[in-house]
């Protein structure tokens, strides 16, 4: 990678300026297939589609339709928006109904009973193959998290292997891109002084997204101070992203409406995505589940000084051990082509004061995602650098999930570094369902 960003260009004084974000949403993915579909009401009954379409009753047994002819077979491939990198571990079934996607954000169900006749996942290289086609008209989903693509098909015996090209396989980066039942989630982005996610999710061929400014001071409509103050806007994003150097984790550093109402989002199943020096807005508000460098007396269910975890010494580059199967073998296609010889990944960008992760909770089930060996002021080891939970709250309630990195998505190259192709897949993954317990 050639000219990556430098605090010191940015009038960065190393070790001394610790410019903090606001970090709102996601959480670990436990599950790398999306089992899930959307509820079907519940207090919220604003819908951004159509609402539930009903299409037909399943079959009791299936029967071919073709009788003693070959039985219908559909294959293909699901591509992300941008129409290029494959999507692993999506949701490909013949459906039944389409529940709508929520206005705000709702518990949904990690199940598909009674949602397909048939159902299928794909492969780490987007790859799919779907048997026990019902016959005549069907309604074929392609689905990843919040992302879904409809495509009306007709089965005929005569040709009974349907194949879905590179354009049909490809989900939406807008809401009826292809056709009026197409839906993609409602997104917040908050900039950051040293992190862009944005250009990731542009690069993903995502396109619907509001972006608030975080990086300047202010509390117009469109700051972060406004968003993480109103709950109920916040509430109508199903995917938060906080980049990397906002300028207002003060507001979350006390017992406060923006804390609450964070805290609050995930509860009801937002999801948070959170980068490196904007580890507060997670510390601050979940501070049982990750515990950070610094402020090694603080309980681990008392949040820790402000900025404590900002110890991380400049200039690494870190050979980082993917830990994750399906991430791993993605990472490894020659479309992404992202995995070094040696099956781990090289992560730079690192400078003074990056926010070093010391463990998660197993027991709340904290996943690591990747990790490598790190320095830090009076240590080294190795230690997580991308982790995620599903959030259960205190009285054991809840269906959210966060997601946290200690690196950086610059976004500058034509091609995505190997750290924003991880980035780039939990993107995706975060919106995949959470098995309520």
């Not at 300026?17 to 599950?31: G, K, W």
């Not at 991308?386 to 690196?407: A, H, N, P």
């Amino acid at each position: 990678p050639t000219a990556l960003p430098t605090r010191a260009a940015l009038g960065y004084a190393e070790g001394v300026l610790r410019l903090t974000l606001v970090a709102l949403l996601l959480a670990p993915l436990t599950a790398c297939t999306d089992t899930g579909t959307f509820t079907d009401g519940g207090p919220d009954t604003g819908q951004l589609d159509t609402g539930p379409i009903d299409l037909g009753p399943p079959a009791d047994a299936y029967v071919n339709p073709c009788g003693s002819g070959a039985a219908p077979v559909i294959t293909g491939t699901v591509y992300a928006p941008n129409g290029t990198d494959p999507v692993a571990g999506a949701t490909v079934g013949v459906a039944i109904s389409l529940p709508a996607l929520p206005a705000s954000v709702q518990c949904e169900r990690c199940t598909a009973s009674g949602r397909f006749a048939t159902q299928t996942f794909t492969d780490a290289d987007g790859t799919f193959r779907l048997e026990r086609i019902p016959g005549g008209d069907i309604s074929l989903v392609l689905q990843k998290g919040y992302f879904r693509r409809v495509l009306d098909l007709k089965v005929d015996c005569a040709a009974p292997n349907i194949a879905i090209d590179k354009a049909q396989g490809t989900l939406p980066g807008k809401s009826a891109q292809y056709g009026p039942r197409d839906i993609v989630p409602r997104i917040a982005v908050v900039t950051g002084v040293w992190d862009n996610l944005e250009k990731v999710l542009d690069k993903l061929g995502v396109a619907d997204k509001t972006v608030f400014n975080g990086k300047d001071l202010g509390t117009g409509p469109g700051s972060l101070q406004a968003l993480l103050q109103n709950a109920a806007l916040l509430r109508t994003y199903h995917l938060v992203f906080i980049n990397c150097g906002t300028q207002f984790e003060n507001l979350v550093t006390s017992d406060s409406p923006a804390r609450n109402a964070i805290r609050e989002y995930v509860r009801q199943g937002g999801r948070l995505f959170v980068t490196d020096l904007s580890y507060d807005f997670i510390e601050q508000v979940f501070p049982e589940y990750i515990d950070f460098e610094g402020s090694d007396g603080t309980g681990a269910t008392i949040p820790e000084d402000h900025n404590a975890a900002e110890v991380g010494t400049k200039d690494l580059t870190i050979n980082a051990e993917v830990t994750d199967t399906q991430l791993r073998d993605w990472l490894a296609l020659p479309e992404i082509n992202a995995l070094g010889a040696d099956k781990h990944v090289e992560l730079v960008g690192f400078k003074t004061g990056w926010t070093v992760a010391k463990k998660g909770d197993d027991t709340l089930g904290v996943k690591v995602w990747v990790q490598g060996p790190a320095r830090w002021i009076g240590g080294s080891g190795t230690r997580p650098l991308t982790m995620s939970y599903d959030f259960l709250d205190k009285d054991r309630q809840g269906c959210g999930r966060v997601l946290f990195s200690s690196y950086h998505a610059f976004g500058n190259a034509p091609v995505l570094l190997a750290q924003e192709r991880i980035l780039e897949y939990l993107m995706l993954e975060m919106g995949n369902c959470i098995s309520i317990k």
